[in-house]
Nanobody
Framework: QVQLVESGGGLVQAGGSLRLSCLVAGRTFSGWPMGWFRQAPGKDREIVAATNWHGGYTYYADSVKGRFTISRDNAKRTIYLQMDSLKPEDTAVYYC???????????????????WGQGTQVTVSS
């Protein structure tokens, strides 16, 4: 059984920073593409960032480029999302996701992933 457990969300003022973590429990994930998504109230779930299995290739949504950084530590079975210069429009529930079914370099659609975390709330006040 695979579990993805996010942590690190919270309330922060605009311009501040947060670091999200996602621990993958239950199976090795070193070969899996991983991603971070977010969903704000009334909106669809959207990709924030993605990484290939070793972290050498990454993808970022235009809205977070230059502010967010995705990384992974396979030895610790953990991926991270460093979020800097946060804006009120970054407020959402953030989810990490894993694709255990393919070895594709990067996965950017919600339907590409078969494991999801429970989500962690990020609230940015103005």
């Amino acid at each position: 059984q695979v579990q993805l457990v996010e942590s690190g969300g919270g309330l922060v003022q605009a311009g501040g920073s947060l670091r999200l973590s996602c621990l993958v429990a239950g199976r090795t994930f070193s070969g899996w593409p991983m991603g971070w998504f977010r969903q704000a109230p009334g909106k669809d779930r959207e990709i924030v960032a993605a990484t290939n299995w070793h972290g050498g290739y990454t993808y970022y949504a235009d809205s977070v480029k230059g502010r967010f950084t995705i990384s992974r530590d396979n030895a610790k079975r953990t991926i991270y999302l460093q979020m800097d210069s946060l804006k009120p429009e970054d407020t959402a529930v953030y989810y990490c996701a894993a694709d255990s079914q393919t070895t594709t370099l990067l996965r950017t659609g919600p339907d590409d992933y078969n494991y999801w975390g429970q989500g962690t709330q990020v609230t940015v006040s103005s």
